[in-house]
């Protein structure tokens, strides 16, 4: 019985999307069968496949990631910078509150056209309006998180006189570790959304420039495939960077 227990806590959370599954190949094969918009689950999967065969799902999926890392990565830069200096300093703040509070709500769509005309389509293009999306929540979280610091540290770092570029490195960053991983999972959230939107919108590459394609050739299955495949990227993206911040907690005595 304890096997059977096992296995059965395993089997546990897909019953739903199974039988979701299967209810939509049921509708997608009888009520909605004349439909051009719908397609059942099994010609996504043949359509995954043929992705696979003909390697677009693999070129595809390196472009997007591609865009977002870039695009994260300078984010973090700028964005753990700019938060480090404002929450140590009230006065910066105060200066930047302005400029913050009205860059801030542009959406980064609003970029598209802006950036055409700067880069071209393409890769710059793309991953300057990602960097532009996951700047601010890094910025605004890693400002949080330098305001929450213990005061004391503060002073210790005053104390034996280091510079401010040793005092952010030995003292700020290893004590907003746990807080910045929380910003640093955002930001990679942020970063695929967006960098998928913009494909979906004017880029033409990408994932979401593949599944817009699927959808002007009239072709259901592929653009369920494509949009299962970017879940389950998505999904991927945010177990590892679970898993890697775990692992540096652990690392740093902050988790068990």
């Known amino acids: 019985m304890g096997s ?8 546990r ?13 049921w509708y997608a094969r009888t009520v909605g069968k004349s439909s051009d918009a719908l397609a059942p689950p099994t010609a996504a999967i043949n359509a995954f496949l043929s992705a696979i065969t003909d390697g677009s799902l693999f070129s595809a999926t390196a472009f997007t990631l591609g865009a977002a890392a870039m695009g994260l990565l300078l984010a ?9 200096v404002l929450g140590l300093s009230k006065r910066t703040a105060r200066m930047a509150f302005f400029s ?3 860059f801030r709500p542009v959406p980064s769509v609003a970029l598209i056209p802006l950036a055409m005309l700067i880069f071209g389509f393409g890769l710059r293009m793309e991953f300057s309006i990602v960097a532009f999306a996951s700047f601010w ?5 890693t400002q949080a998180a330098v305001q929450q610091v213990e005061p004391r540290l503060l002073e210790v770092s005053h104390v034996l006189g280091l510079s401010p570029m040793q005092r952010a490195f030995k003292i700020i960053l290893p004590a907003i570790v746990p807080r910045l991983f929380v910003a640093m999972r955002l930001g990679v959230s942020v970063a695929l959304v967006v960098a998928v939107t913009v494909e979906v919108a004017a880029n033409p590459n990408g994932m979401g420039y593949a599944m817009m394609i699927a959808q002007q050739s009239m072709d259901p299955g ?12 998505g999904y991927t993206i945010n177990v590892a960077a679970l898993s ?12 068990a």
């Not at 959370?13 to 190949?25: D, Q, S, Y």
């Not at 973090?76 to 480090?84: E, K, M």
């Not at 890697?244 to 988790?255: D, F, I, K, P």
Request: no cysteine; glycine share 12%.
């Open 100 to 102: 913050i509070e009205v």
């Open 222 to 233: 592929l653009m369920l495939a494509w949009l299962f495949w970017i879940g389950v990227v």
């Open 13 to 25: 959370p897909w019953w739903f999307p199974v039988i979701a599954l299967g209810g939509f190949e």
């Open 76 to 84: 973090a830069v700028l964005g753990i910078a700019s938060g480090i």
């Open 137 to 141: 929540p890094l910025m605004i979280l």
């Open 244 to 255: 890697l911040e775990r692992w540096v907690g652990r690392r740093m005595g902050v988790a």
């Open 4 to 11: 059977v227990g096992v296995i059965f806590r395993w089997l």
